[in-house]
């Protein structure tokens, strides 16, 4: 088998995921992962429907979240190597699997990025993905009180484990972002 498709991810994420922030985020974290990939060579498809469900038992589990993804992927027949995928997001945190292939340390390094990338693009008048810069993610960056949710040292330890730049994965992840902009509630009004 080689896995589930974009639709049967969708639909199995959307049974289980019934919050619309939610569901956005998996779907900023799936068109950064088909961007990452089709810059690498990789397989779109299969970055993207990681990305999807990256969250899948979240919503319900959330003291256990990574704990319960396993048996929900594993009953609508999903290949363990991408259970092992979706687990890998959460090391360290609620996971002690730790990334290791490209996919797996490109999902690490950009989950929690889209919500950083996300809460600054919603502070700018344009309320817009489209016409963000990088150099407001990197000041947004700076502000340790700005997104405090977001945990800046998994998204440095995961550009370290991707060997990239700071600044060229805000710059990867934007551009992914952008291409689900009105899926994701990211267009606003962008200017020029």
Avoid at 49 to 55: A, C, F, K, M, T
Avoid at 84 to 107: F, N, T, Y
Wanted: hydrophobic share 40%; aromatic share 4%; net charge negative.
């Amino acid at each position: 088998m080689n896995g589930p498709t974009r639709d049967e991810a969708w639909h199995l994420l959307t049974s289980y995921v019934t919050s619309d922030n939610l569901r956005r985020h998996a779907l900023a974290v799936e068109a950064v992962m088909r961007h990452l990939a089709k810059k690498r060579g990789e397989d779109q498809e299969l970055w993207g429907v990681i990305g999807l469900v990256h969250d899948i038992d979240y919503e319900q589990h959330p003291d256990e979240h990574c704990g319960h993804a396993p048996e929900i992927l594993r009953q609508a027949g999903w290949p363990e190597a991408h259970i092992r995928a979706v687990v890998s997001h959460g090391w360290g945190i609620c996971s002690d699997v730790e990334p290791q292939s490209a996919l797996e340390k490109a999902l690490y390094a950009i989950d929690e990025l889209t919500g950083l990338v996300a809460a600054a693009a919603l502070v700018r008048p344009s309320k817009s993905v489209l016409d963000l810069p990088v150099k407001s993610v990197t000041k947004k960056w700076k502000d340790k009180v700005f997104a405090a949710g977001v945990d800046r040292s998994i998204i440095e330890r995961g550009a370290a484990m991707l060997g990239v730049e700071l600044n060229d994965l805000i710059a990867d992840t934007i551009d992914g972002m952008r291409t689900a902009a009105a899926d994701i509630g990211l267009e606003g009004t962008p200017t020029g």
